[in-house]
């Protein structure tokens, strides 16, 4: 081993611990590793930053953008209210719901057509009395198998199409996936659909309602204002003030019984009633320096916020949220004082103590106070995903017929080799933008800014390793085990290694990282790299043994009150099922 190989393996091996701690984010991860790379001159100097102009790169943003003009169309709305109807029973309701799924997500972000089941999931378990726990382990296994079927159904199938032009003319096409993709897929959907389901833990079969995850007892105390209270005459801006960050003001009861959100110019009078949002641990001081009375003898608390013109709504922090990191503080910026943060839920529990303290991370579930009206709605920027409220989004049909017309042209310019796939999408957005199917203000809130720099990052840092060989190295290693084992075998090796690595580290790193090993690996076998490619673009989608492998796993842990370890339950047996179906497709079809 020389030394530029050694330090190659090194800052490869420093990523993939900073990966699988989590304690910096993957695009960081990234760019730590990128200036490694440069600075132990592991690249030339005029391709370190080669990586942003990548075709891959610019392609994953682009399905994004187009993701979210297929989502506002209102495309796959309307395809799932014709199979609502299909979920009477538990077999077609998981399996219906999760093929859907499926299907939107080899034509459009995993993540986005998860995002769109998410409220339709919640209405629909609440309405035929299933937990929702049984379906929302399913359905965001079901986004990662659809989106094997298609180049643009995930990243990492992205990326793996562009190595093909390493050692081929071309890369692979867009329905090249499907040959393994598709039967991968299906036989995964009916596993989960016909009894796999089952292997979801019991306990957590019961459900994680609203009430569950917020007791509003535990939060909601009324309080009258004593007669000696030295807030009397003063404003309600002064109450706020004197409550501080661990207590919130939220509500204002009138004499007739009735509810409103106090005006901070008000002025306080004795025996006025207030509802607090508090941890009663934060009260004692508070209501003893203010003169304040707990309502009832027992200091019972009310749960009756929501009956009037105010109420409470539910929403989960997506994977590109500018809340993640970041508290209730930014929150009240951003939605400008129209929603409050009442209470958050992580993995199905409270989090209890100190609001202020929070720092919002992906999959939390918000309960929000804010008035009722139906123009009021959670701003697009805050990256929120309303629960059961939201409903369904359906378009016109000229709006819809527009947009299917726009994506299918460019599928159809793209497979005829008139353009390549993502110039065929940037055309496609341009259009998209043009009929007013996307705004133009949403034109780029919609990219996973993160994944794009970290895509954009690691490329040179995969250059590296074939620049120094030590692809080479790692790849006649597992070649010289050839002489032990048939190729069936080495295909099953190289996809359970893939599988593991993506389970604690993002998919489309996982695809950059392995995708030239495994080319080398076939080089040296004298075997196809097309298989091996192929094997890599399979493990890379199968992040089902923990929630962390993938942001689908991430954000139904929270609305499905899961643990951290029931997820290797039903991801193994899947895992394997994909193993003993995806083997012999890519020898058949491959090989």
């Avoid at 008000?266 to 304040?292: C, S």
Wanted: hydrophobic share 50%.
């Amino acid at each position: 081993m020389t030394l530029d190989q050694g330090l190659a393996f090194g800052i490869l091996f420093m990523a993939l611990v900073l990966f699988a701690s989590g304690k910096l984010r993957h695009d960081i991860v990234a760019l730590i590793s990128l200036v490694a790379v440069s600075l132990a001159g592991l690249v030339k100097p005029t391709e370190i930053l080669s990586g942003f102009g990548h075709p891959a790169v610019i392609t994953v943003a682009a399905v994004l953008v187009v993701s979210e003009a297929l989502r506002s169309s209102g495309l796959v709305d309307v395809v799932v209210r014709r199979i609502l109807p299909l979920t009477k029973t538990t077999t077609g309701h998981i399996g219906i719901l999760t093929g859907v799924v499926a299907v939107a997500s080899s034509f459009m972000n995993n993540v986005g057509a998860l995002a769109i089941m998410l409220p339709v999931v919640l209405a629909t378990a609440a309405e035929r009395g299933r937990p929702p726990a049984m379906l929302l382990m399913p359905i965001a296994f079901g986004s990662m198998l659809g989106g094997m079927m298609t180049m643009i159904g995930t990243p990492p199938n992205i990326i793996i199409a562009s190595f093909r032009r390493s050692y081929a003319d071309e890369p692979f096409g867009m329905f090249d996936f499907a040959w393994v993709g598709l039967p991968v897929a299906v036989i995964g959907i009916l596993f989960i659909a016909l009894g796999a389901w089952r292997l979801i833990p019991r306990e957590r079969k019961g459900g994680v309602s609203p009430e569950d995850m917020f007791s509003l007892e535990e939060y909601v105390i009324e309080v009258r204002v004593g007669e000696k209270s030295p807030l009397i005459g003063r404003r309600i801006a002064h109450m706020e003030e004197a409550a501080g960050e661990d207590i919130v003001i939220a509500a204002r009861v009138r004499e007739d019984g009735q509810i409103y959100e106090p005006e901070s110019w008000q002025p306080v009078e004795p025996n006025d009633l207030f509802i607090l949002r508090a941890d009663p641990a934060d009260l004692t001081e508070f209501l003893n320096n203010q003169g304040l009375e707990l309502v009832g003898s027992n200091g019972e608390s009310r749960a009756d916020i929501t009956s009037t013109d105010l109420k409470l709504m539910e929403a989960i922090v997506g994977p590109n949220s500018p809340l993640i990191g970041f508290g209730p503080r930014t929150l009240t910026r951003l939605a400008q004082d129209n929603f409050h943060l009442f209470a958050v839920a992580r993995r199905g529990e409270p989090i209890g103590g100190r609001l202020h303290n929070v720092r919002f991370q992906t999959g939390d579930v918000l309960l929000l106070q804010t008035r009722e009206g139906p123009d009021l709605q959670l701003p697009p920027e805050l990256g929120l995903l309303p629960l059961p409220e939201r409903g369904l989004k359906l378009g016109g049909a000229r709006r819809l017929g527009t947009a299917f017309t726009i994506f299918g042209g460019a599928i159809a310019l793209s497979m005829a080799g008139v353009m390549p796939i993502g110039v065929a999408f940037l055309a496609a957005i341009v259009l998209y933008v043009i009929t007013g199917i996307l705004p133009l203000r949403d034109l780029y809130r919609h990219i996973d800014w993160p994944v794009i720099v970290l895509l954009g990052a690691m490329i040179p840092v995969g250059q590296a390793l074939q620049n120094t060989g030590s692809d080479t190295l790692i790849a006649e290693s597992i070649a010289g085990m050839a002489d032990a084992l048939p190729l069936w075998a080495l295909i099953a090796v190289l996809l359970v290694v893939t599988m593991v690595l993506t389970d604690v580290i993002n998919n489309a790193a996982t695809a950059l990282i392995m995708a030239p090993i495994s080319i080398a690996i076939a080089q040296a076998l004298g075997a196809n790299p097309d298989a091996f490619l192929m094997t890599v673009a399979i493990g890379a989608s199968c992040s089902f043994l923990t929630p962390i492998g993938h942001q689908s796993n991430t954000l139904v842990m929270g609305p499905g009150g899961y643990r951290f370890s029931d997820y290797w339950r039903l991801g193994l047996p899947l895992e394997i099922v994909v193993t003993l179906v995806s083997v012999p497709a890519i020898l058949f079809f491959w090989g």
